[in-house]
Nanobody, 115 residues
Framework: QLVESGGGLVQPGGSLTLSCAAASGFTLRGYAIGWFRQAPGKEREAVVCISSSDDRIRYADSAKDRFSISRDYTKNTAYLQIDGLRPEDTAVYYC?????????WGQGTQVTVSS
């Protein structure tokens, strides 16, 4: 139901905007959206989320300064902007829409930060 894109190889200090598009027939309206990432050899961790009702945003402590979440209902897409990329940001980034009984996840997009 969700398709991420926008990842790639970026030099340290660069910026990226990742997209999370809803598949045809699915709408982001009414869902909270979260971004997660999984670095090699590490567990998946939450980065940031935006609520479904009042657009309240919650950041992981490690993401407060350089990460920004947004969404555009006209495009049925959510975004994650990352500024000041660091090598430790290298990971597969996933978007998530909480849903009962099983959350919706995308396939992920790889972000590699390297000079």
């Amino acid at each position: 139901q969700l398709v991420e894109s926008g990842g790639g190889l970026v030099q340290p200090g660069g910026s990226l905007t990742l997209s999370c598009a809803a598949a045809s027939g699915f709408t982001l309206r009414g869902y909270a959206i979260g971004w997660f990432r999984q670095a090699p050899g590490k567990e998946r961790e939450a980065v940031v989320c935006i609520s479904s009702s009042d657009d309240r945003i919650r950041y992981a402590d490690s993401a407060k300064d350089r990460f920004s979440i947004s969404r555009d209902y006209t495009k049925n897409t959510a975004y994650l902007q990352i500024d000041g990329l660091r090598p430790e940001d290298t990971a597969v980034y996933y978007c998530n829409a909480p849903h009962w009984p099983q959350d919706y996840w995308g396939q992920g997009t790889q972000v590699t930060v390297s000079s």
